[in-house]
């Protein structure tokens, strides 16, 4: 359980130093004549940046550890450290991008950590329940749902189309999450591996969109929420998650305080570039809410 927790930890590492990462590569190559729209070129410069490439390497190596960690401990612990990837992106854009967290901040970055501490001591060994037959079928169903929640929610107004294109991604990213535990080996007959795949590119998509187009404190918190609070569930209800014994109120405060803390990082979820920066320098930190237009390609986490 030790090692899972870590794993789990580590990946969430790896996620906030990645977008950290691919924001700097971003800000080096962003074309400050693009006003408006997600520049299709960007993404082309950037990954000529070798920040950029260290990022995708970071995410590659973020989302195997995020494999192995739930193999072996509950989904409601993985979820939980993976929202708090915001805080480590928090804390190292103090360093890399001169951004100044608040008092607030800074106490949910420490509330963050508390809960993973919680939720370390408390959960117990991956679930050991049998799935319902038709689980595989309804991830993969759930996925193409997403594609759609992205066509519904494109033709909604400001904040209500940032809301739900962020809760449609954490629906998506929350697919794999669940998918891993339906694989035990690489099957192209297993509706789960078609659903962990489809899931995580429509998230990609949705998120992208959400970034591009509206709020990104409100994309992401509805991105924490849906990713954390969904898979958490089934894997509580069918999957067989548990907590030590007697410990299920630990858990349940730590997982609770973690997603609490992680949503005041909201902001957190990607880095934007501040107007007329196109240098590689540090910059005043994030851009109101409503930037975004020129932001980089989300990164996960």
Do not use: H
């Amino acid at each position: 359980m030790f090692f899972g927790m870590l794993c789990a930890v580590v990946s969430s590492v790896c996620y906030g130093l990645a977008t950290v990462f691919q924001a700097v590569a971003a800000r080096a190559v962003v074309d400050p004549a693009t006003t408006s729209g997600v520049d299709p070129a960007l993404f082309l410069r950037a990954v000529r940046q070798w920040r950029y490439v260290v990022g995708l390497c970071l995410d590659g190596a973020g989302f195997a550890l995020q494999i192995v960690a739930l193999r072996l401990i509950p989904i409601y612990a993985v979820s939980a450290a993976l929202a708090a990837s915001l805080a480590v992106t928090a804390v190292s854009a103090t360093r890399v991008l001169s951004v100044r967290l608040s008092r607030t901040e800074w106490a949910a970055v420490g509330v963050v950590c508390a809960g993973l501490g919680m939720l370390g001591l408390a959960a117990g060994p991956e679930g050991q329940g049998s799935a319902p037959p038709g689980l595989k079928w309804v991830l993969l169903a759930t996925s193409v749902a997403v594609l759609l929640i992205g066509v519904t929610a494109g033709r909604l107004p400001g904040r209500a189309r940032a809301l739900v294109l962020g809760l449609g991604a954490g629906i998506g990213f929350g697919v794999p999450e669940v998918a891993v535990r339906l694989l035990d080996s690489v099957d192209f007959t297993n509706p789960a591996l078609y659903a962990l795949l489809l899931g995580g590119a429509a998230a990609f998509l949705l998120l992208t969109s959400a970034f591009a187009r509206g709020s990104v404190t409100t994309a992401t918190a509805g991105l924490v929420l849906a990713e954390t609070l969904i898979p958490s569930a089934v894997g509580v209800i069918w999957l067989g998650d548990r907590t030590r014994e007697g410990l299920a109120w630990l858990a349940i405060t730590g997982f609770a305080i973690s997603v609490v803390g992680a949503l005041a990082l909201a902001r957190f979820g990607e880095l934007p570039t501040p107007a007329g920066d196109a240098g590689p320098g540090p910059g005043p930190g994030p851009a109101p809410e409503s930037a975004g237009a020129n932001d980089g390609p989300p990164t996960r986490g």
